[in-house]
T-cell receptor, first 110, second 114 residues
Framework: DAKTTQPPSMDCAEGRAANLPCNHS???????VYWYRQIHSQGPQYIIH???NNETNEMASLIITEDRKSSTLILPHATLRDTAVYYC???????????FGDGTTLTVKP | DAGVTQSPTHLIKTRGQQVTLRCSPI?????VSWYQQVLGQGPQFIFQ???????GRGNFPDRFSARQFPNYSSELNVNALLLGDSALYLC?????????????FGNGTRLTVT
């Protein structure tokens, strides 16, 4: 399985962009990068995923480096409700097994 | 549309007992996966089912078993409960089962083994 490395914690000021990095240097060419977040006592929430190209949706943007060894999740205007644990994972075939690490705890401060 | 629903939300069992957890996927989703999340850690993969067939199994003992029904709902069974089985058990569904199909999680069943 391709492993991911994330900083254990980050802070961000409310209204500013939150940039969460993830290293996945052993990723294979056909493996997708996924981002989820988990707010206390709830199940993880899907945010975004990508293979090679940068992706954007209503929640966030995903920037994947050209060599695909790292990525950055961008929350353009962080709010207090974005405080959560953010997981970067790589999807493995054939089982679709997702290996979650310990994630990054993002704290958005007023 | 309803999301992934899990029942019960909380459960307390005694060591040695057996437990069955239930999951209803999002309508139209054919794949269901189960995860165990111990306090302070990320979710750990237990099983994936697609079209009622087991497609993957994580590093869990044979005390853990699961099945998927024709309506795509699923059950996770754990026999001979140990204290270490206390955790949040998460069910996730996806439209298909492959790597380009996002998982959508329920809010889990909190199992406490005493």
């Amino acid at each position: 399985d391709a492993k991911t490395t994330q900083p254990p914690s980050m802070d961000c000021a409310e209204g500013r962009a939150a940039n969460l990095p993830c290293n996945h240097s052993t990723i294979s060419g056909n493996e997708y990068v996924y981002w989820y977040r988990q707010i206390h006592s709830q199940g993880p929430q899907y945010i975004i995923h990508g293979l090679k190209n940068n992706e954007t949706n209503e929640m966030a943007s995903l920037i994947i480096t050209e060599d695909r060894k790292s990525s950055t999740l961008i929350l353009p205007h962080a709010t207090l409700r974005d405080t959560a644990v953010y997981y970067c994972i790589v999807r493995v075939e054939p089982a679709g097994k997702s290996t979650f690490g310990d994630g990054t705890t993002l704290t958005v401060k007023p | 549309d309803a999301g992934v629903t899990q029942s019960p939300t909380h459960l307390i069992k005694t060591r040695g007992q057996q437990v069955t957890l239930r999951c209803s996927p999002i309508s139209g989703h054919k794949s269901v996966s189960w995860y165990q999340q111990v306090l302070g850690q990320g979710p750990q993969f237990i099983f994936q089912y697609y079209e009622k067939e087991e497609r993957g199994r994580g590093n869990f003992p044979d005390r853990f078993s699961a099945r998927q029904f024709p309506n795509y709902s699923s059950e996770l069974n754990v026999n001979a409960l140990l204290l270490g089985d206390s955790a949040l058990y998460l069910c996730a569904s996806s439209l298909l089962g492959g790597k380009n199909s996002p998982l959508h999680f329920g809010n889990g069943t909190r199992l406490t083994v005493t």
